[in-house]
């Protein structure tokens, strides 16, 4: 592992504060770290969605004391909302770039057609979205359009959540609490989970020739395409890249 990905909005700057800057303490070697903004919240911890420049601004700067760090690696816009401000925003985003605050810049859950509407205010170095077995939505499109542009594929729940781990059953899904996000996915609902839970036997099956568990299988068939520079496989910390921990992610130009 060379890099971390995390979010201001997750446990609302605990990831930053506790999960990066205090894991991150000590270590001689650090691994890049990429963080997000454009979620927010408010004194009554109530999120809210802003891509104004002033709060990008903030964001950034909260999230620069919060991980302890001079500059951010990569910094990414979490969602295209509101959408009327995607051009406000990336704009602030190239000028955190100048100022030296951030060294590069993505976007995550971009579409296609949002991206063009950013690029001709500046490089886009990457985009992070939803890729695995059984979301395969981007092969079509963006996929081949981050190719032409030279953005870097940053793909995110591999696992589809956990679905394809190898430890989730029928029975620990039905006993899942009842405000699991999970619960309401079709993915996670017959008739689609006995499907997927045959997927699953397939991949032990595969990795068992290689002594790996499914998960890992998973992962390693969204990193097949040779678009996607990594593949984030565990929530808020973890990222599996083609390289070592010295490489740097190829498609991103670290």
């Known amino acids: ?41 408010g004194s009554d911890r109530k ?3 802003s891509l104004k420049a002033d709060s990008i601004r903030e964001e950034c700067e909260a999230s620069l004391r919060r991980l302890q760090v001079d500059v ?11 959408d ?22 993505g976007v995550s859950n971009f579409s296609v057609a949002q991206m063009k509407r950013a690029l001709p205010i500046g490089a886009i170095t990457s985009l992070q979205p939803p890729y695995s077995l059984l979301v395969r939505d981007i092969e079509a499109e963006t996929i081949p359009f981050c190719a032409e542009h030279n953005i870097g594929i ?13 430890g989730m059953t029928a029975e620990r899904i039905a006993a899942m609490a009842p405000d699991d996000h999970r619960r309401n996915r079709p993915q996670f609902q017959e008739p689609l989970l006995s499907r997927n839970l045959a997927l699953v036997e397939l991949l032990r099956a595969i990795g068992a020739r290689h ?44």
């Open 211 to 254: 002594g790996k568990a499914p998960g890992e299988v998973a992962i390693a068939w969204a990193l097949h395409r040779p678009e996607v520079t990594a593949a984030i496989g565990i929530a808020f910390a973890g990222a599996v890249d083609r390289r070592d921990w010295r490489g740097r992610p190829a498609a991103l130009d670290l």
């Open 154 to 166: 940053l793909c995110y729940s591999p696992m589809h959540s956990g679905l394809l781990s190898g």
């Open 84 to 105: 009327e401000d995607i051009e406000e925003g990336w704009g602030a985003m190239m000028r955190l770039k100048e100022e030296g605050k951030i060294r590069w810049a």
């Open 72 to 82: 951010i690696d990569l910094y990414q816009i979490h969602w295209p909302e509101p």
């Open 47 to 49: 999120i809210y969605k």
């Open 1 to 41: 592992m060379n890099w971390i990905d995390t979010a201001a909005v997750y446990g609302l700057g605990h990831s930053e504060e506790i999960s990066m800057a205090a894991a991150l303490a000590g270590v001689g070697q650090k691994p890049y770290v990429f963080t997000k903004c454009e979620r927010r919240w």
